[in-house]
T-cell receptor, first 111, second 114 residues
């Protein structure tokens, strides 16, 4: 069945460091791919999405490219801030449109 | 900006009791979902709902669970007889159409079963 695998956390970085959070997926067909972010005590917010191969989603300095050949959708940011500390979830939308989430990666950014 | 809202933010209940979690989706949205997140685990799909009926449900969504859209604005999740393992954060989500497929989530209801 469809699934999403994310790198284990927590990821701890200093402010202004480069961020990569790996995400790979298994799916039949051509799912849409998403990154959601969950700040402490809050719900899930859509960070970015990509709907077809080679699409790049971007928002707030974060980027991810839909790579069909490697079935990946890695999240990157060139320079993280303390305010980026949160849990990041990779997800795919399958043919029935429900979201299938990865296990989440906690990011801690230190000043 | 329109938001999905959920009430209550935290519900504490005794095992075996019935609970109803409430959600108000964004007003022009047509597809509704419930997900849950057990503490420290991944977010899991429970059920999707469209045109006043369930579109799909997961194996988690057994006979103890039901959903309803009673009045055209609220979307509720009922657990008839809660178990300890139902303790989780429950998220409601909505989307204007299935094709759009960007789901907008509410802030969640934390359910604690004692």
């Amino acid at each position: 069945g469809n699934s999403v695998t994310q790198m284990e956390g927590p990821v701890t970085l200093s402010e202004e460091a480069f961020l990569t959070i790996n995400c790979t997926y298994t799916a039949t067909g051509y799912p849409s791919l998403f990154w959601y972010v969950q700040y402490p005590g809050e719900g899930l917010q859509l960070l970015l999405k990509a709907t077809k191969a080679d699409d790049k989603g971007s928002n707030k300095g974060f980027e991810a490219t839909y790579r069909k050949e490697t079935t990946s959708f890695h999240l990157e940011k060139g320079s993280v801030q303390v305010s980026d500390s949160a849990v990041y979830f990779c997800a795919l939308s399958d043919s029935s449109y429900k979201l299938i989430f990865g296990s989440g990666t906690r990011l801690l950014v230190r000043p | 900006e329109p938001e999905v809202t959920q009430t209550p933010s935290h519900q504490v209940t005794q095992m075996g009791q019935e609970v109803i979690l409430r959600c108000v989706p964004i007003s022009n949205h047509l597809y509704f979902y419930w997900y849950r997140q057990i503490l420290g685990q991944k977010v899991e799909f429970l059920v999707s709902f469209y045109n006043n009926e369930i579109s799909e449900k997961s194996e988690i969504f057994d006979d103890q669970f039901s959903v309803e859209r009673p009045d055209g604005s609220n979307f509720t999740l009922k657990i008839r007889s809660t178990k300890l393992e139902d303790s989780a954060m429950y998220f409601c989500a909505s989307t204007p159409s299935a094709v759009t497929d960007t789901q907008y989530f509410g802030p969640g209801t934390r359910l604690t079963v004692l």
